[in-house]
């Protein structure tokens, strides 16, 4: 469409008119979830960009009473005299608990090459989680730190990528939010021999501080992995906006 000949501005015009549209023509029936990223791969947002160009364009649609945001839910299309509701089992999970599953559920999908988030590819920002599903921007954070202590999201300031070697996580460290481990003087196991975290943080095997080994370890690293892994990934090249 032509859209980097145009400002922001027009650009939010545009994407306005064709949302309200499909919901006036019925493509998106009352009921219809949709999420910010397929939006912005669908309109060609970056990241950066994608709170200035959506966020006024989705918070006018929610003032009109069209669409509606909810957190456990996401964003979804007006249903007249209904209310939405979370599913039963989560209803009684924290908000950024939910958010971190949800979203371990489409990286799950994204690895096998499925849904909207892909590995390698820019993670959407914090506001555009706190939009999406209707929360703080704080909340957004607590969801998403889980997520990058255990490497599957990767920092890279001022952005965070989805780590391209997804591949190798599984499947349940993907789904489960990892429970936090106390190592204390616990002999831990790696490389075929038994050391306590403080030993193993001297190994020259250890490619990072024992703060930082300590923290992936409670997070739910592998520990040969979290011995291994330098911090610094120079394997991830991010893309240029």
């Known amino acids: 469409m032509g859209y980097e000949k145009i400002s922001k ?10 949302l309200r549209a499909r919901i006036t023509d019925g493509t998106w029936p009352p009921g219809y979830v949709f999420h910010w990223p397929q939006l912005m791969e669908e309109f060609t947002l970056q990241p ?7 966020g006024p364009v989705l918070k006018q649609m929610r003032i009109d009473g069209i669409i509606e945001s909810r957190p456990y839910i996401g964003v979804r299309v007006t249903v007249d005299g209904e209310r939405w509701s979370p599913p039963a ?3 009684n999970l924290p908000y950024d ?3 971190e599953i949800t979203l371990r559920q489409r990286l799950n999908d994204g690895r096998n090459g499925k849904g909207i988030y892909k590995p390698g590819e820019q993670f959407p920002s914090l506001s555009a989680l706190a939009e999406e599903f209707g929360v703080s921007v704080a909340t957004a954070r607590k969801a998403t730190d889980p997520l990058k202590q255990q490497n599957i999201l990767v920092p890279i300031h001022p952005r965070t990528y989805i780590n391209p070697n997804l591949a190798k996580f599984s499947v349940e460290a993907l789904l489960t939010p990892p429970k936090r481990r106390r190592p204390g003087k616990m002999k831990l196991h790696a490389f075929g021999e038994l050391r306590t975290l403080a030993e193993w943080a001297q190994d020259p095997r250890c490619k990072v501080t024992y703060k930082v080994l300590y923290t992936r370890y409670v997070s739910g690293w592998i520990l040969e992995e979290a011995l291994s892994t330098p911090k610094v990934f120079n394997q991830i090249h991010p893309p240029k906006p």
């Open 97 to 99: 608990q939910y958010i």
């Open 89 to 91: 089992e989560f209803s």
């Open 9 to 18: 501005e027009q650009r939010a015009a545009e994407i306005d008119r064709l």
């Open 48 to 54: 950066w960009e994608a709170q200035a160009v959506l």
